[in-house]
């Protein structure tokens, strides 16, 4: 089955600074690559994602890109707020709603 | 409109019970999956349930199962419990289409068990 790596497992910036994790995955069929923030004590919820079509996508401060080829996708925040501040999830799925997740990065912006 | 509601929101059992967790998905959408969140481990696959069908299932135990009813709803049961399965399990719904690539997951607030 799919095989989901996220790192780091903690980052901490200072506030103003940009933020990348970076993601990699193993099942080349694999074609939808999903981001999802969660703070403490909430739910997850989906902050961008990219499909295997486009190799990169921006939302304002939040970019992703895609490397299908070296299988592996990255999160990048430009930046950084105090609101930033959640656990990230990357995640890889290739059909239905059956989602692999990265084991999350703990971001911590200090002000 | 609402969201995703799961219930109870905590509980506590003790090993050897079972317990059996529900999830009321977002009007509309036909697909519900869940997953078992724990510290290090991140999110990881139970099942998924469309139109009241298995879909897909990850590589858990027996002791986990499901199912899903007419109106989307669904629940999952988690038998002869072991303190390992202490986790906070979050259901998610999603539109999913039938033959159609994966989309955006819509999570409830999770049912956190504390098996002792």
């Known amino acids: 089955g799919e095989n989901v790596e996220q790192h780091p497992s903690t980052l901490s910036v200072q506030e103003g600074d940009s933020a990348v994790i970076k993601c990699t995955y193993s099942?080349?069929?694999?074609?939808?690559f999903p981001w999802y923030k969660q703070e403490l004590g909430k739910r997850p919820q989906l902050i961008i994602d990219i499909r295997s079509n486009v190799g990169e996508k921006k939302d304002q401060r939040i970019a992703v890109t895609l490397n299908k080829t070296a299988k592996h996708f990255s999160l990048h925040i430009t930046e950084t707020q105090p609101e930033d501040s959640a656990v990230y999830f990357c995640a890889a799925s290739k059909t239905g709603n059956q989602f692999y997740f990265g084991t999350g990065t703990s971001l911590t912006v200090i002000p | 409109k609402a969201g995703v509601t799961q219930t109870p929101r905590y509980l506590i059992k003790t090993r050897g019970q079972q317990v059996t967790l529900s999830c009321s998905p977002i009007s509309g959408h036909r697909s519900v999956s869940w997953y078992q969140q724990t510290p290090g481990q991140g999110l990881q696959f139970l099942f998924e349930y469309f139109s009241e069908t298995q879909r897909n299932k990850g590589n858990f135990p027996g002791r986990f199962s499901g199912r899903q009813f007419s109106n989307s709803r669904s629940e999952m049961n988690v038998s002869t419990l072991e303190l390992g399965d202490s986790a906070l399990y979050l259901c998610?719904?999603?539109?999913?289409?039938?033959?159609?690539?994966?989309?955006?997951?819509?999570f409830g607030e999770g049912s956190r068990l504390t098996v002792l």
């Open positions: 099942d080349s069929a694999s074609n939808y």
């Open positions: 998610a719904s999603s539109l999913g289409l039938a033959g159609v690539t994966a989309g955006e997951l819509f």
